[in-house]
């Protein structure tokens, strides 16, 4: 007999619930009511486990057994063996490389095992809706210690002493932000959550919500008491993130009527609440001017910041706003200390706040890599290593070209800098940043022009157009590209990339535009052989630019293995194809538009690009 009850935890991150993990849900409970099971296990809906690309997933506790890829049909077999026998079903299992483990754990899994959890710390072990299970597993004693045991002196020092950076991309020193608040003048100050995260492939910060949002929550409260004379804080969150919306208004009316928001918290003396704002999905409302102005109902342009927002923010009074994942990480630094926290990472702040990369932080990986999830990695960290022991390497046993950090205006870090330690500082070296944390791996299939090209159409969209070299110069370098990308580009193109870039970078208004060339400079970098190949030999390397394609049909493959099947011929849009049916198909150069459609459709692969 088991001397536990066991706990099906089931993620309802928005990933697992766009893959049916709420069938999932469904289905165990019903399996586990026909067998009359309830004093035996329950199921659980948590946030975000992180391994994004093995949902739905269903962990069992206490025993740490990880089911990955579920579908309703596999939950009558999983519960009669698992829970019934209790012999765990291995063929729904995670297949760790090490075939001498017989049940492998979850913490055998490479994804997880080399992780180190400090904002992550309850994924997948908490029901979100459920403050109960928060303060189980420590929640909220951070808050007690400030308001308790602390001065907000103290407690400001604390921060400052950890080395805490700011997490959403400009990594500034997080204590030295609280105290230029603190310091400010004004009766009035406030707090804010930057929870817009508009990064394509990017969302550690809706993760985070999803599956922690009382960590949020208690980590603003902390700073509004050591920041003093705040009263009232807001979260901007994005209207794209419904289920993040949902689990923060619900955490919130739960911390109200637990007396850890409102009036006099904790008997403390202390008043502080909490408003959500929505955000309309403007991503330049991601910069701190920009979204200040959206939640007090103007457009949502950025500001010169000849006076810092710390001074005069929100409605003009000194506002500190900092995002998800830093806040996040307040609470257990508190509850830790700072020198727990500070041995963590690279560098030395204890002179210097800019002097180094403490703690972890949270990346989205993304792109062509095995293992696609949320990760939580030591500052410092080889870039090799997220790739390929957390990642699991490149899909398809394709061979790795470069990895974009930072989101749409990060750069890209090619092969030769695998093993360079992510870090503030390391990353900018080389042309690209931490950012927010997205993280694009790509293969030897992709194209750097085309990557450049794409990142760059996403920045030059949401740009304000309030000043003229983002709106302007952006517009022009994207221009320049889509020339490139169909053989219409030049050498003198190249350089005039280049010094585009650069005046962008020095003259825009805000990050957004001095960041948006990145992708453009660090692929021209590295990968300039790709530009010049499509300047000078009108060629893609890698054939994604399909207008600088030519398309041929091996003859032999058409017949031996696709029989003349002629399906390339009723696709063509441009009747380029000729050839019976069960007869050798041809391709006319001279009406070719290439499109690309005959090498899509073909099942054979006797379509050839070259």
Same mark, same amino acid.
């Given at each position: 007999?088991?001397?536990? +009850?066991?706990?099906?935890?089931?993620?309802?991150?928005?990933?697992?619930?766009?893959?049916?993990?709420?069938?999932?849900?469904?289905?165990?409970?019903?399996?586990?009511?026909?067998?009359?099971?309830?004093?035996?296990?329950?199921?659980?809906?948590?946030?975000?486990?992180?391994?994004?690309?093995?949902?739905?997933?269903?962990?069992?506790?206490?025993?740490?057994? $990880?089911?990955?890829?579920?579908? #309703?049909?596999?939950?009558?077999?999983?519960?009669?063996?698992?829970?019934?026998?209790? +012999?765990?079903?291995?063929?729904?299992?995670?297949?760790?490389?090490?075939?001498?483990?017989?049940?492998?754990?979850?913490?055998?899994?490479?994804?997880?095992?080399?992780? #180190?959890l400090i904002a992550l710390r309850n994924r997948g072990m908490i029901d979100p809706e459920q403050i109960d299970d928060y303060i189980a597993r420590g929640g909220y004693k951070g808050l007690v210690k400030a308001l308790t045991m602390m001065t907000p002196d103290e407690v400001l020092k604390e921060i400052k002493s950890s080395g805490l950076r700011g997490r959403g991309g400009g990594g500034f020193p997080t204590g030295v932000k609280w105290e230029s608040c603190k310091h400010a003048h004004g009766d009035i100050k406030h707090v804010i959550c930057n929870a817009d995260e508009g990064d394509p492939g990017a969302f550690m910060d809706r993760s985070i919500i999803e599956g922690d949002p009382h960590a949020v929550i208690e980590g603003m409260i902390i700073g509004a008491y050591a920041i003093e004379k705040v009263h009232q804080g807001y979260i901007y969150v994005?209207?794209?993130?419904?289920?993040?919306?949902?689990?923060?208004?619900?955490a919130i009316k739960q911390a109200r009527e637990y007396g850890l928001l409102g009036e006099n918290i904790l008997d403390a003396g202390f008043t502080f609440d909490i408003d959500i704002r929505r955000g309309a999905g403007a991503f330049v409302c991601g910069e701190s001017t920009a979204l200040m102005a959206s939640v007090e109902g103007k457009p949502g342009e950025p500001r010169a910041k000849y006076i810092h927002t710390v001074e005069r923010g929100l409605w003009e009074r000194p506002t500190c706003l900092n995002n998800v994942e830093t806040w996040a990480n307040v609470p257990q630094i508190i509850l830790k200390g700072a020198q727990w926290f500070s041995s963590i990472g690279t560098g030395d702040v204890s002179a210097d706040p800019w002097g180094g990369s403490k703690g972890t932080k949270v990346f989205s990986l993304a792109g062509k890599v095995n293992n696609t999830g949320l990760v939580e990695v030591p500052m410092?960290?080889?870039?090799?290593?997220?790739? $390929?022991?957390?990642?699991?390497?490149?899909?398809?046993?394709?061979?790795?070209?470069?990895?974009?950090?930072?989101?749409?205006?990060?750069?890209?870090?090619?092969?030769?800098?695998?093993?360079?330690?992510?870090?503030?500082?390391?990353?900018?070296?080389?042309?690209?940043m931490m950012g927010s944390g997205g993280m694009v791996v790509t293969d030897e299939d992709n194209c750097m022009v085309d990557m450049a090209r794409y $990142?760059?159409? $996403?920045?030059?969209?949401?740009?304000?157009?309030?000043? #003229?070299?983002?709106?302007?110069?952006?517009?022009?370098?994207?221009?320049?590209?889509?020339?490139?990308?169909?053989?219409?580009?030049?050498?003198?193109?190249?350089?005039?990339?280049?010094?585009?870039?650069?005046?962008?970078?020095?003259?825009?208004?805000?990050?957004?535009?001095?960041?948006?060339p990145n992708p453009v400079l660090t692929t021209l970098k590295y990968f300039r052989e790709e530009y010049e190949a499509h300047v000078k030999d009108k060629k893609c390397p890698s054939h994604t630019c399909r207008k600088l394609n030519t398309y041929s049909i091996d003859e032999k493959i058409c017949l031996k293995l696709g029989h003349g099947c002629h399906v390339c011929v009723k696709h063509c849009p441009d009747a380029a194809i000729i050839g019976e049916r069960k007869q050798v198909h041809y391709i006319d150069p001279a009406k070719c538009s290439k499109c690309g459609v005959c090498y899509d459709v073909c099942n054979f692969k006797a379509v050839q690009v070259a």
């Amino acid at each position: 007999m088991k001397r536990y +009850r066991l706990q099906l935890m089931v993620c309802a991150g928005t990933g697992c619930v766009s893959n049916h993990s709420v069938e999932i849900k469904d289905a165990l409970d019903r399996e586990i009511e026909k067998h009359k099971l309830q004093n035996e296990a329950e199921v659980v809906f948590t946030g975000c486990n992180g391994f994004c690309g093995a949902g739905p997933i269903v962990v069992v506790q206490p025993d740490g057994v $990880f089911y990955q890829l579920l579908k #309703t049909a596999d939950i009558p077999h999983l519960v009669e063996e698992h829970l019934l026998k209790g +012999r765990p079903v291995k063929k729904l299992m995670y297949s760790p490389p090490a075939e001498k483990i017989p049940i492998p754990k979850m913490s055998d899994i490479p994804f997880f095992s080399d992780q #180190t959890l400090i904002a992550l710390r309850n994924r997948g072990m908490i029901d979100p809706e459920q403050i109960d299970d928060y303060i189980a597993r420590g929640g909220y004693k951070g808050l007690v210690k400030a308001l308790t045991m602390m001065t907000p002196d103290e407690v400001l020092k604390e921060i400052k002493s950890s080395g805490l950076r700011g997490r959403g991309g400009g990594g500034f020193p997080t204590g030295v932000k609280w105290e230029s608040c603190k310091h400010a003048h004004g009766d009035i100050k406030h707090v804010i959550c930057n929870a817009d995260e508009g990064d394509p492939g990017a969302f550690m910060d809706r993760s985070i919500i999803e599956g922690d949002p009382h960590a949020v929550i208690e980590g603003m409260i902390i700073g509004a008491y050591a920041i003093e004379k705040v009263h009232q804080g807001y979260i901007y969150v994005r209207m794209e993130y419904p289920l993040a919306i949902k689990r923060f208004q619900i955490a919130i009316k739960q911390a109200r009527e637990y007396g850890l928001l409102g009036e006099n918290i904790l008997d403390a003396g202390f008043t502080f609440d909490i408003d959500i704002r929505r955000g309309a999905g403007a991503f330049v409302c991601g910069e701190s001017t920009a979204l200040m102005a959206s939640v007090e109902g103007k457009p949502g342009e950025p500001r010169a910041k000849y006076i810092h927002t710390v001074e005069r923010g929100l409605w003009e009074r000194p506002t500190c706003l900092n995002n998800v994942e830093t806040w996040a990480n307040v609470p257990q630094i508190i509850l830790k200390g700072a020198q727990w926290f500070s041995s963590i990472g690279t560098g030395d702040v204890s002179a210097d706040p800019w002097g180094g990369s403490k703690g972890t932080k949270v990346f989205s990986l993304a792109g062509k890599v095995n293992n696609t999830g949320l990760v939580e990695v030591p500052m410092g960290i080889p870039l090799r290593d997220i790739v $390929f022991k957390i990642g699991g390497g490149i899909r398809d046993g394709k061979k790795f070209k470069a990895v974009q950090t930072g989101g749409p205006s990060g750069g890209f870090i090619p092969e030769s800098l695998l093993d360079l330690p992510v870090d503030y500082e390391e990353l900018t070296k080389v042309g690209s940043m931490m950012g927010s944390g997205g993280m694009v791996v790509t293969d030897e299939d992709n194209c750097m022009v085309d990557m450049a090209r794409y $990142f760059l159409a $996403f920045t030059q969209a949401e740009s304000c157009g309030k000043c #003229t070299p983002c709106r302007e110069g952006t517009k022009q370098m994207l221009d320049i590209l889509d020339r490139i990308s169909v053989g219409e580009g030049t050498e003198e193109d190249l350089v005039t990339l280049e010094d585009l870039s650069n005046v962008i970078v020095e003259s825009s208004l805000c990050a957004l535009g001095g960041s948006a060339p990145n992708p453009v400079l660090t692929t021209l970098k590295y990968f300039r052989e790709e530009y010049e190949a499509h300047v000078k030999d009108k060629k893609c390397p890698s054939h994604t630019c399909r207008k600088l394609n030519t398309y041929s049909i091996d003859e032999k493959i058409c017949l031996k293995l696709g029989h003349g099947c002629h399906v390339c011929v009723k696709h063509c849009p441009d009747a380029a194809i000729i050839g019976e049916r069960k007869q050798v198909h041809y391709i006319d150069p001279a009406k070719c538009s290439k499109c690309g459609v005959c090498y899509d459709v073909c099942n054979f692969k006797a379509v050839q690009v070259a």
